[in-house]
């Protein structure tokens, strides 16, 4: 079983920061990928940025400039740093991670986890 525990989400005014941290544990042999995806109200989960173990990197284009997104491997935990926040940053964001168990002595799976969500709250 894996864990992925979110924090730092919050009530921020426009213009502001904050950053939110993920850390997975749990039965993990390797991380092949973490990420971070958002669901507004009313609207779908849409991706956000994403890092793979060797810290490429990929940004929707609404937080292109913004947002910042990296990993501590030695922690399995990921960090996205959220800067001049809009209110239509506002939203549930939640953690992914890809990555791989031990399902048997010999046998490894790559398998997908979500956090539970934090929510994000840009407003006056």
């Known amino acids: 079983q894996v864990q992925l525990v979110e924090s730092g989400g919050g009530l921020v005014q426009p213009g502001g920061s904050l950053r939110l941290s993920c850390a997975a544990s749990?039965?993990?042999?390797?991380?092949?990928?973490m990420g971070w995806y958002r669901q507004a109200p009313g609207k779908e989960r849409e991706l956000v940025a994403t890092?793979?173990?060797?810290?490429?990197?990929n940004y929707a284009d609404s937080v292109k400039g913004r947002f910042t997104i990296s990993r501590d491997n030695a922690k399995n935990t990921v960090y996205l740093q959220m800067n001049s926040l809009k209110p239509e940053d506002t939203a549930v964001y939640y953690c992914?991670?890809?990555?791989?168990?031990?399902?048997?002595?010999?046998?490894?799976?790559?398998?997908?986890?979500w956090g539970e969500g934090t929510l994000v709250t840009v407003s006056s």
């Open positions: 992914n991670a890809n990555l791989k168990t031990k399902t048997s002595y010999w046998t490894y799976a790559d398998m997908n986890y």
């Open positions: 890092i793979t173990s060797g810290s490429s990197t």
């Open positions: 749990g039965n993990i042999f390797s991380i092949n990928a």
